[in-house]
């Protein structure tokens, strides 16, 4: 069975995106075509809309519209199409005004732009502390970070830190764990004053191994019995060191940020 | 006025979290002390919930729950607590089963997680493709990019590389302009032959010389004449290319990125 979908919205799209995929993912029999319609700002733009989704019903069945856009003349265009429409703003915002005794400000686009997010500077900032503080390249801005994820090379360090960074606005360092580490009896000079901000990750040999692979086909580097090595090696400094950590191997990288920030209690600032 | 407000799920709470924040982004003038909790996955943990959500309950006023926990027997335990509950899944999960005349499958946590996401490898490997060809550190690869960013030091190509790359699996390459670039007639050799791929990005002098100080607070690069020679220098390139260009100074990262899919016409992958 498919379905098109269209997620409409006044801003980015990236709020009905969201809310839709997790609304589909519960109907994994169906297969949905996706299709987003950013910046519907104007009645141009919602007749435009109601083509395209009309065009889709043509070749399709009716449409699924799930829509995000905030004032209710353009939602009346809409409504004009030939689909199934899940209207998220009438669905809540009326159910909200009532409970806060208040008129909502009925403004366009707002969610995803600066203005709506007092700490973007510091997302971005968090963005450039990631970079500049990527694969041990430099520690010596380790006080000034949240969390130090350290792993062997990857495991997925870089992109769960520029994750949280962008998402969540957190500091995160990171290190990777290399042969010379693993010959010590303690942990590396750049990481000891800062113990209580390390996290570990931890994969299955097998998947660094593909994952390798991708990156460097031949040699040592890819190899099932080196990735094995060195996983074995970086999870018994975690057993020795007490330091928490998390199997990345069956994780997106929103479930590995979001579980890690859980288990230490950082909190997230908004994105 | 001030309202606590709980993101609740039982996986990571992005979704509770973006839809929570555009609808409260409505009331502007209420103060919102927000909180996420993800992982709700237990009857222990969503006891757990309620008691955090009573506990605001007695300091503040009745709470705004957003909870996005599919599990019907959980979410019966979320309602025990004293709150305002908006309850996505079901305001919208019973309208699609009828519309697509089948049942959910009530799975837990599956929106942001990897097999919900066919073209996670593909978001993980555009992020690597971001960082490798970040700041035209290396441009051989250009004839893989998607898209390429250019403009001045710190206009913000680097995040909207990497949130283009998480969010929207899109291989983002970024080119620095500087003054060699400016003193040429003809675009820099290596973005010559992928000019169909090269979207500009522009930025108001007085906000530019801002963020540059952040970085190096002495010397000409932050200084407002600099800038403003550098983004007239981009933008006559532009004009003189006719490369398209949009001016980041007042758009957030998701704006951004947004606005430049929508203008070229790249669909964007599943995030």
Redesign the interface.
């Known amino acids: 069975?498919r379905?098109s979908v269209f997620f409409i919205s006044d801003?980015?799209?990236?709020?009905a995106?969201?809310?839709g995929?997790?609304?589909?993912?519960?109907?994994?029999?169906?297969v949905f075509d996706?299709q987003?319609i950013?910046?519907v700002d104007s009645s141009d733009k919602a007749w435009e809309a109601v083509r395209m989704i009309d065009t889709a019903a043509c070749e399709q069945g009716?449409p699924?519209v799930i829509d995000?856009i905030?004032n209710s003349e353009l939602r009346r265009i809409i409504s004009h199409a030939h689909a199934?429409k899940?209207d998220?703003?009438e669905?809540?915002?009326g159910?909200?005004e009532s409970?806060?005794s208040?008129a909502?400000?009925?403004?366009v686009g707002?969610?995803?732009?600066?203005d709506?997010?007092p700490d973007?500077a510091a997302?971005?900032?968090a963005?450039?502390f990631a970079?500049d503080n990527?694969d041990g390249a430099r520690t010596r801005y380790y006080d000034k970070a949240d969390l130090i994820l350290i792993g062997v090379s990857r495991s997925g360090k870089?992109?769960t830190s520029?994750?949280m960074a962008?998402?969540f606005g957190v500091h995160v360092a990171n290190y990777p764990l290399t042969e010379d580490d693993f010959e010590e009896t303690e942990l590396p000079a750049a990481l000891r004053p800062f113990k209580k901000k390390l996290f570990g990750l931890t994969i299955e040999p097998g998947r660094l191994a593909v994952i390798r692979r991708?990156r460097k086909p031949d040699g040592r580097y890819a190899s099932l019995t080196q990735c094995e090595t060195e996983i074995r090696a970086a999870r018994s400094i975690y057993v020795r060191e007490n330091i928490p950590f998390i199997d990345s191997t069956?994780?997106?990288?929103?479930?590995i940020?979001?579980?890690i920030l859980?288990a230490i209690g950082i909190k997230?600032r908004?994105?």
């Open positions: 069975m379905r801003g980015t799209g990236i709020t995106e969201t809310l995929r997790s609304l589909l993912a519960q109907f994994d029999h169906v996706e987003t950013p910046y009716r699924i995000t905030v199934f899940l998220v703003f669905a809540f915002v159910q909200l409970e806060l208040t909502s400000s009925q403004a707002t969610s995803h732009s600066m709506a997010q973007y997302r971005i900032d963005v450039h970079l990527d870089t992109p520029l994750y962008l998402q991708e069956h994780l997106s990288i929103e479930e940020s979001t579980r859980a997230r908004p994105a």
